[in-house]
């Protein structure tokens, strides 16, 4: 996956960081810090001093939004602006202490769907800012289709998703040169915005264009920021970077974070071990879990034919049976097929079926173009080997498709290893068509 | 262009991976090209000239360069890219290649190339009408005319899956594995592919879906399409366009993959990174559902593909769009192979009679023939024929250089070995033995300063400036006892020689200018026999039309020493022979010709 959301932290981190590059004639006091607790909070006040000196904005900093309609933005105390250290920090541990449901859409200010429980873990700090609502304007980029599209709107915060027929886009193709995209840019200013802001708006929208070009954003978003002549304030802000990128931006990223979203199921050891090993290698491993109870398990070759497969499965058994997606690709070698063979045999022989069938493993694959079908079905037969006793157990069914490089001696190793090992197996190459085995595996 | 690949294309092979190369050549090899299908291997780290791969059961060399724009000015004809570097260089090998111009089409392999890079690519290449196949692709293939890299996979897959000659479908997917996968189900169920491209995997790619079949609905060949889908993006789109506006008449069969994502929220990804819905209108199903409406035939689930695939081919049959297709012969790959330890380009004796050069022997050895040593020379060394005027020229410098009398190192030295006893062969190597830089070395020494100095475009002074800074005296300038009012005439031969035959002789004329110079400074400084072979040499080459580059070549390998060592082998043998017929004896030399003074070692 090559867009992958930031840290409101991390993204006014990377933007201060070349603040002067991009926004020379503005500035930006760059008063934000983020912490997991309170007592962290304290101790970031003895550095930053604005932490004890001025009142302060506090809320989760998860990759999630509408963080003021699920009543998790803390400014203010009594009244609005008057929240000190000690309670920014007392709030903090109060919200990080126990889960949070936490919703993603609303209807006016009712939830909509359901609530994902999850606890919050980040939180970002900033003073609050006292501000009149004509200073809040709105500004984002991302591309869409071929293009980049810059949306600028005289109406930030909250209204601006109400508002929405007054944003102005402004599409670019990726080859617009830097005085195409300011002139286009000037002359499309929104309207609303005031007569003063004017130009300032525009230089500070063509820095921040620039910024999302040259820095890699696959999405940037402020909402609201407010101009004070030639005083900028971040209030909010949403960031993806393409992280394919990454090896070009160490420097102007700096330490950034890409965390799982919040309410995103833990991932388990099995799948964070496939990860490690995938990560360590020129080869393609992916496993993902669905239904850990489920009877059908795939271990397939092909990012493409293992989304067949799911479709198939889904489509002939449903997806109540189906326990995980996977695949591996790319000529892995015979211990990481081994590895995989072994973590989903783990994970399919901890208990039997809860109606007593017999489960049904899906070893599958398109003809391969270059991968050598002998040297992978070598590491899934060791595996055969530690596992056979727990396979035999729990029941288990195997169905091998697979061609490409050295398919016949693949295929007849893997017989003769299931043979000798008493498991039950049927074992097609190309002559069958490719998820024609989920048919015969299911209607049997 | 209707046709993405010829059975002419030729391409530049970007990194040596040589098991791709290699199964190239065995499809070229299979289907009988009379051309490889890699003319030239970018290796920017590799030292060598070339590459050794099969050709069938034999072997043949594919030349490798340092960068692209030296692949394509040695090779102009190809004009496909096969870009296989790594997503950190793979846009700016595909931007070069763009800048240079003069190819049609681009393939990118690399997986994760940064997305503005991608689409800036993509852009560039779409501007100068170049078709870019990928990024994360395993490429394209033209049956029975071209095929990239590793698509289609083994040669017996290949044959299997009929991609060794052209069919009836046009075949377009996302993914490679399905790529071949769907080759072989068009295989069983009805007559092949005409044309089949793998667009690639990554969210940015460049040529997509509507690309492709718009040249196919071009191609006369394809009589029917077939489009492999996936969930997320809106490239389908297009086509159902394409077929509403008309712009498409050709029948399509289509599939979208992912149905199953419906059913999972957007954590689980499936599949290739460009394989992520956003948005109804994304999922396999709507896509499915839209091309179902304009008529495309779309399958009710992917294990349905085949009976439709069948069904179309039928029908189309019946109509007589389709014909029956006459299988075309086939060479057959050897299953094993031995790679040759030894390279021979100068001569082979495996047929009826040995050829130098493919001339037989008996066609140059006799008188009859007209042909002399000077055309061996010419056969065997630089695997030419060499007009008169130069064999001539090279025969000339043979005999000139023969002997030199019994005094000189090589000579003396052939001598004492026969004195010891010793055979023809071994006498004659330790003579050959003391050629080098100071004895004989001056014919190479005076090409390459002489030719140093006037391709730098100095004058006669700046060149006896740069030679006196370097500390060295001007090679090939120079008698102990000839001076201009006391010529040798072995050098006015030559020159005379020059004079009346060559085209022309521009480093003679310029060594004359120095000549004059140094001459005037003292009176034996004059243009030696040495200086005046290397040059003459050097212009010889000039005017046969050899580039600068290959007479540097010529130079640094050694080339003229070998005129030397080869003409004055001849006086060696002549030396050793006397001594075998005088009979004389062991020879030591006297010791009141060594000045001995030998001090007792000091302690330390």
Redesign the interface.
């Known amino acids: 996956m090559a867009q992958k959301a930031i840290r409101e932290f991390d993204a006014k981190s990377i933007l201060a960081k070349h603040w002067d590059k991009y926004f020379p004639n503005f500035t930006y006091a760059y008063e934000t810090v983020m912490v997991q607790n309170g007592t962290e909070l304290t101790n970031a006040a003895k550095e930053k001093t604005w932490l004890s000196k001025k009142t302060l904005v506090a809320k989760p900093d998860m990759l999630f939004g509408k963080r003021g309609k699920n009543g998790l933005v803390l400014f203010k105390d009594s009244k609005p602006g008057d929240v000190s250290l000690a309670k920014a920090s007392s709030w903090i541990d109060e919200k990080s202490s126990s889960k949070q449901s936490v919703y993603f859409s609303f209807e006016g200010d009712t939830p909509h769907g359901e609530a994902k429980v999850d606890m919050l873990t980040h939180f970002i700090v900033e003073p609050f800012t006292p501000h009149s609502q004509e200073e809040e304007y709105y500004i984002s980029a991302t591309c869409v289709g071929d293009n980049d599209v810059l949306y600028m709107s005289a109406e930030g915060g909250m209204e601006v998703e109400e508002n929405w027929d007054k944003v102005i886009e402004v599409a670019f193709p990726i080859t617009a040169t830097e005085e195409e995209i300011a002139e286009k840019i000037k002359k499309s200013i929104p309207k609303d915005v005031a007569a003063k802001d004017k130009d300032a708006f525009a230089e500070f929208a063509i820095g921040f264009f620039k910024a999302y070009r040259e820095l890699n954003f696959a999405y940037l978003e402020i909402n609201p920021f407010v101009l004070q002549g030639k005083k900028v304030e971040l209030l909010d802000m949403v960031a993806k970077l393409d992280d394919t990128a990454g090896f070009m931006m160490r420097d102007e990223w700096g330490s950034v974070d890409f965390p799982t979203s919040f309410g995103m199921e833990e991932k388990s050891p099995e799948v964070l071990a496939i990860e490690d090993a995938d990560s360590k290698s020129g080869a393609s491993l992916k496993l993902t879990i669905l239904k850990p109870e489920a009877r059908v398990w795939t271990m397939v070759a092909g990012g493409g034919a293992s989304v067949v497969y799911a479709d198939t499965i889904a489509d002939l058994a449903g997806i109540e049976d189906l326990a995980n997606y996977g695949e591996y690709s790319g000529g892995p070698t015979t211990s990481e097929t081994k590895f995989y063979a072994e973590t989903i045999l783990d994970l399919m022989t901890r208990s039997k079926d809860a109606k007593g069938r017999d489960k049904v493993l899906i070893i599958g694959g398109a003809i391969a173009n270059f991968t050598d079908v002998a040297k992978t079905f070598t590491g899934i037969i060791q595996a055969f080997d530690n596992y056979a006793d727990k396979m035999k157990e729990v029941g288990i069914k195997i169905y091998v498709r697979r061609g490409g490089p050295n398919y016949e001696k693949g295929l007849k190793d893997i017989k003769e290893a299931a043979d000798r090992l008493g498991l039950y197996i049927e074992v097609y190459g190309p002559e069958t068509h490719v998820t024609d085995i989920v048919r015969m595996a299911l209607t049997k | 262009m209707s046709q993405l690949f010829t059975r002419d294309t030729q391409a530049i092979f970007w990194n040596n991976n040589t ?2 190369i290699q199964r190239m050549l065995d499809y070229d090899y299979t289907i009988k090209r009379t051309k490889p299908s890699v003319a030239g291997i970018v290796a920017p780290t590799s030292n060598s000239k070339f590459d050794k791969f099969f050709y069938g059961p034999d072997e043949i060399m594919i030349p490798l360069y340092k960068n692209t724009a030296e692949a394509k000015a040695a090779q102009p004809q190809a004009d496909a890219l096969l870009n296989f570097a790594s ?2 260089t793979a846009y700016d090998v595909t931007m070069e290649a763009l800048e240079l111009g003069g190819f049609t089409s681009i393939m990118v392999t690399a997986e ?6 991608a ?2 690519m993509n ?2 290449a779409r ?1 100068k009408n170049v078709t870019v196949i990928g990024p994360a692709t ?1 490429g394209a293939i033209a049956p029975g005319a071209f095929k990239i890299a ?5 040669i017996e ?1 290949i044959v ?2 009929k991609l060794h000659r052209a069919g009836s479908c046009g075949l377009v ?6 790529f ?2 769907l080759s ?2 068009i295989a ?1 169920n009805a007559d092949g592919i005409a044309e089949g491209v793998a667009i690639g ?3 940015f790619v460049g040529s997509v879906f509507i690309d492709n079949l718009l040249r196919m609905q071009e191609n006369p060949e394809v009589k029917y399409m077939l489009l ?1 889908g ?2 997320g993006g ?1 490239e389908e789109y297009k086509v159902i366009e394409a077929v509403k506006d008309g712009r498409i008449t050709k029948p399509i069969i289509a599939w979208c ?4 994502a419906k ?2 929220d957007s ?7 460009g ?2 819905a956003n948005g109804d209108m994304e999922t ?1 199903e709507a896509k499915n559902r839209a091309m179902k409406e304009v008529g495309i035939h779309v399958p009710a ?3 349905d593909l ?1 009976e439709i695939i069948s069904a179309l081919y039928h029908e189309l049959h019946a109509e007589g769009i389709v014909k029956d297709i006459t299988e075309p012969a086939m060479n057959t790959c050897p299953k094993v192979r031995k790679s040759k330890e030894f390279i021979c380009t100068i001569s082979d004796d495996r047929g009826d009679e040995a050829t130098y050069a493919g001339f037989p022997i008996s066609s140059l050895a006799t008188p009859d023939t007209g042909k002399g040593i000077g055309d061996v020379v010419s056969l065997l060394w630089f695997k030419k024929q060499y007009p008169k005027w130069a064999t001539d020229f090279i025969e000339t410098v043979i005999k000139t250089v023969a002997d030199h009398g019994p005094a000189v190192s090589g000579a003396h030295n052939a001598k004492v070995t026969a004195r010891a006893g010793k055979s023809v062969v071994e006498s004659l190597v330790t003579g050959l033995l003391t050629i080098g830089p100071r004895f004989g070395g001056a014919i190479d020494d005076a090409a390459k300063y002489f030719k140093y100095a006037n391709d730098n475009g100095m004058n006669p002074a700046e060149f006896l400036n740069h030679m006196k800074k370097e500390g060295i005296p001007i090679p090939g300038i120079g008698h102990r006892i000839k001076s201009l009012k006391n010529p040798d005439l072995r050098v006015e031969g030559l020159k005379k020689y020059a004079a009346k035959c060559f085209p022309a002789t521009p480093l003679l004329d310029y060594a004359l200018t120095v000549e004059q110079l140094t001459t005037s400074k003292k009176e034996n400084l004059i243009l030696n026999v040495d200086g005046t072979i290397g040059i003459l040499m050097v212009d010889m080459w000039r005017a046969l039309g050899y580039t600068e580059e290959e007479i540097n070549e010529f130079i640094s390998s050694g080339t003229l020493n070998a005129f030397f060592i080869v003409g004055r082998s001849i006086g060696f043998i002549g030396h050793v022979l006397d001594e075998k017929r005088l009979a004389m004896p062991m020879y030591r030399h006297p010791m009141d010709d060594i000045l001995y003074d030998v001090q007792v070692a000091e302690k330390i």
């Open positions: 098991t791709a997503f950190r994760g190339i940064p997305e503005r890079l689409r800036k852009a560039t501007a395993v590793n698509i289609g996979g083994t897959n299997q899956s997917t996302r993914s490679g594995g399905l071949n996968e072989n189900i069983i995997g990554d969210r492999l996936e969930v809106t993959i992912g149905t199953i059913y999972y954590g689980v990804q499936f599949g290739h990174a394989a992520s396999a689930s992917f294990n085949p």
